[in-house]
């Protein structure tokens, strides 16, 4: 493992799509230490700032980064679009050249890919993407840490993604999947589901990992699902738009008759969360037996924690 991790010294993380098998394998292992170690004192961020960047809201993400960071002896600092010029009075290239000069590493969470991008080009030190339209990488880590913790070895199991399928969560679920070679079930109505373009990038990967991506507008497609995940009718930026997503996802919410479809006592639920009660899940669901998103959001800590640590050369 401690070879893998080393060549992630320096190396940003966007959207997975340039990760390895091998290399997302050592960073769970890695989570799965870090958890395990959760109450040793150690100071491995000692002398590190990191940038937190968020032009969108935030709790799990903007806790998880800065609780990993702070209780290791480093500093995380966060700046949201009121505190800083990202893109408004400066450039994001100029912004991008000055935090790297003065932070070892930049989260960002926002609206565009392309800001992400910049600022990996621009600043010369790592940059996570924290979430934005189009991808959600690290809460893909998290979500795969969980259900390995359920399931164990994930290859060949079959998770079941209902909702919106072309927003951030789902892709980057699409991506993981394609890599870990996790059989994934996208079940949208046909109005949102995962581009063509991003679907056939991902044709080859699940090629090679030996996995089955199946798109599906019959709920009746979760049948024999290990795990059923959802996430919000509209996405943070896509408030205007909610309305039409009531109308087109209300067949889709994750309730007892879905569970019954999936017809696996041991299927579980998870969700990134914040979630609606009442719209893309049923109380029942969420706090009820079969979720596990408390672990999956505690594992959001975790999982930001060993991805910093190896891209940091700090392992
Ligand atoms: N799941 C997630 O990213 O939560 P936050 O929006 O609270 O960070
Ligand atoms: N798809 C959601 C995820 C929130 C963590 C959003 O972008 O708002």
Redesign the pocket.
């Known amino acids: 493992m401690c070879n893998t991790l080393k060549n992630l010294q320096g190396r940003s993380l966007l959207t997975w799509l340039d990760y390895s098998a091998s290399e997302i394998r050592a960073l769970l292992e890695l989570a799965r230490n870090v958890k395990h170690e959760k109450h040793q004192q150690k100071q491995r961020f000692a002398g590190i700032s990191i940038a937190l960047l968020f032009e969108?809201r935030?709790t799990?993400?903007r806790c998880a980064f800065e609780t990993a960071v702070g209780e290791e002896g480093g500093h995380p600092v966060f700046l949201s679009n009121d505190d800083i010029q990202l893109g408004a009075k400066e450039t994001i290239e100029d912004t991008a050249r000055v935090l790297g000069r003065m932070f070892s590493a930049i989260e960002f969470r926002g609206f565009k890919q392309s800001t992400a991008e910049a600022l990996a080009a621009y600043s010369g030190v790592p940059v996570y993407n924290g979430?934005t339209?189009l991808y959600?990488p690290t809460?893909a880590l998290a979500d795969v840490m969980t259900l390995e913790e359920e399931f164990g070895d994930m290859c060949g199991k079959k998770l079941c993604f209902v909702g919106?399928g072309r927003?951030?969560?789902a892709r980057s679920l699409i991506v993981m999947a394609a890599k870990l070679g996790i059989n994934i079930t996208v079940v949208c109505p046909p109005e949102l589901q995962p581009g063509a373009e991003f679907l056939a990038q991902c044709a080859e990967l699940f090629a090679a990992s030996g996995a089955v991506c199946e798109i599906s507008h019959d709920t009746t497609a979760v049948c024999g699902a290990d795990a059923i995940y959802t996430?919000?009718w509209?996405?943070?930026?896509?408030e205007a738009q909610k309305t039409e997503r009531v109308r087109l996802l209300a067949p889709y919410q994750v309730n007892r008759r879905l569970f019954e479809q999936a017809d696996n006592k041991s299927c579980v639920f998870l969700h990134?969360?914040?979630a609606v009660r009442g719209e893309e899940v049923t109380k029942d669901i969420i706090d009820g037996p079969q979720s596990r998103v408390w672990d999956e959001a505690e594992n959001r800590k975790h999982t930001i924690k060993a991805i910093i640590l190896a891209t940091l050369g700090l392992i």
């Open positions: 969108k935030s799990r993400t979430l339209d959600h809460q919106d927003n951030n969560v996430d919000v509209a996405s943070m930026g896509e990134c969360l914040p």
